[in-house]
């Protein structure tokens, strides 16, 4: 009988299973190739004073829970002490039950320190006392941590005008774990701001050794700032919008556009959108006159709350599913490419559910040999990485697709304690195909070929796609 609540068999609930977790899944190194590390962090080996700051800074996942908890926001993002922070949270965590923090908390406690204990307000103190003293170790710092959970590769997520000083110092470090930059130009694309856009502008301009005033003048930029970017080890490119519309400003709209925003005119919602998709359009050409693989993030309505934004600013857990409908503009956009032989290999992710039998179907209509998967069909993303999630997004890609082919699981996390997502993920799988074979929907006698496909989901699908 099992006596701690994350236990070596944890969601493995056959023995076919179990079998496919521990003998082929578990041992398996991590290629974690989208996150938001700060890389800051890894290049000075970051040691972090207090659980709090390690486990709860910048996790808004944690931050909702615990706003919807009724917490005060100055024990969230606030300025109350660490311990506070802390024991509101471990205050939090019984009432996540269903919610996957649930699962992720001590999923990590368990992982990362040894921590059968289920965290409440009552075991709070020693549990914050306990990975604080262990936070002392050497094995604990940024660097330390990517170590212990078998980490070989990630991709941070990186603004062309980010000065890539701390990749640079990471490779002159030597570290074993290659760590590189990932290309994410969302700020050239939106000019719904135009105060806002100059000021990027500028800073692209600085970062590019050049003065921006034209549009000619700002693709100069983005293909010196691409170019650098490469030499730091970038093979990957990011792409997040909110929505993808079939209206694409042409080449001559987009320059008309850009120069208006920089006189500071405020486009309309039409023409933000057309810009957008444009921009897009000719990032994604260049992704692949460059050889990088791309990948394409949509459908989140971000910034939803005024007056937090206002306090706050983004990214601090105000965004939430949109229901915008995505297939013609989807459909427009890989065709275009399509047809100019520049569609580079693709990782599609949507935020909404709604939206997986399309992102699996529309796949198909542009894979192409000799590339197994060109065109992927990404894991289960913010609002989806949970297990009804993850079995969402496994059943849609394998109801229309070739799961065999999958490159799997990524973190998206600002913390270096995400990386037991990486487990959750194979767990699911596991228990996913175990199950098939147990009720007779996948043969037992190909056992021998399912565990391949478990080896190759959890890592060398993603191995041989990215080729890092």
């Not at 041992?27 to 972090?48: E, K, S, V, W």
């Not at 640079?168 to 074993?176: N, V």
């Not at 069909?377 to 989806?384: A, D, I, L, R």
Request: hydrophobic share 40%; with cysteine; net charge negative.
């Amino acid at each position: 009988m099992q006596t701690s609540f994350i236990h070596p068999d944890f969601l493995l609930h056959n023995d076919t299973a179990r079998t496919l977790y521990h003998e082929e899944a578990a041992g398996l190194p991590i290629i974690d190739y989208h996150c938001h590390l700060n890389p800051q962090l890894i290049a000075t080996d970051h040691r972090f004073a207090t659980i709090t700051e390690l486990w709860l800074g910048g996790d808004h996942y944690k931050w909702r829970a615990l706003r919807a908890n009724g917490v005060d926001e100055r024990f969230i993002t606030g300025d109350a002490d660490d311990w506070e922070k802390f024991r509101h949270w471990a205050a939090t965590v019984p009432y996540t039950m269903r919610n996957p923090l649930y699962h992720w908390t001590h999923l990590e406690l368990k992982t990362a320190f040894g921590i059968d204990t289920l965290l409440c307000e009552e075991t709070a103190r020693t549990i914050y006392d306990t990975c604080n003293e262990m936070l002392q170790s050497p094995e604990y710092s940024a660097r330390g941590l990517m170590q212990r959970y078998h980490v070989e590769s990630v991709c941070t997520t990186d603004d062309p005008a980010d000065d890539l000083q701390a990749h640079r110092l990471i490779r002159e470090s030597g570290f074993g774990i290659k760590v590189m930059p990932a290309w994410r130009p969302d700020k050239l694309m939106n000019i719904k701001d135009p105060a806002a856009y100059q000021a990027y502008i500028l800073r692209l301009g600085q970062a590019a050794g050049m003065e921006i005033r034209t549009f000619d003048q700002l693709w100069q930029a983005v293909e010196g700032r691409m170019d650098a970017f490469a030499q730091a080890g970038c093979r990957l490119s990011d792409h997040g919008v909110d929505h993808i519309t079939s209206r694409m400003a042409t080449p001559e709209e987009l320059e008309t556009l850009f120069c208006r925003t920089l006189a500071g005119q405020v486009p309309t919602p039409q023409e933000a959108d057309a810009f957008r998709m444009g921009m897009l359009l000719c990032l994604t050409r260049l992704n692949a006159r460059k050889g990088w693989t791309q990948q394409i993030h949509f459908g989140p309505l971000r910034n939803t709350n005024t007056r937090m934004m206002r306090r706050l600013g983004p990214d601090t857990g105000y965004d939430s599913m949109g229901g915008w409908d995505a297939a013609e503009g989807l459909a427009l956009l890989l065709d275009r490419l399509d047809a100019d032989d520049l569609l580079a290999p693709t990782i599609l992710y949507n935020i909404n559910p709604a939206d997986n039998d399309l992102v699996a179907t529309m796949a198909g209509n542009f894979q192409q040999g000799p590339k197994p998967g060109k065109i992927q069909f990404g894991s289960g993303w913010w609002f989806n990485d949970q297990r009804e999630g993850i079995e969402r997004q496994l059943n849609s890609l394998s109801a229309h697709g070739l799961l065999s082919r999958f490159v799997g699981m990524l973190t998206d996390s600002r913390s270096f304690l995400s990386y037991p997502r990486h487990e959750y993920f194979r767990r699911v799988l596991c228990n996913l195909l175990g199950n098939d074979v147990e009720t007779g929907l996948l043969p037992a006698s190909q056992l021998t070929h399912i565990r391949q496909m478990v080896r190759d989901i959890c890592y060398y699908n993603a191995r041989n796609y990215f080729q890092f």
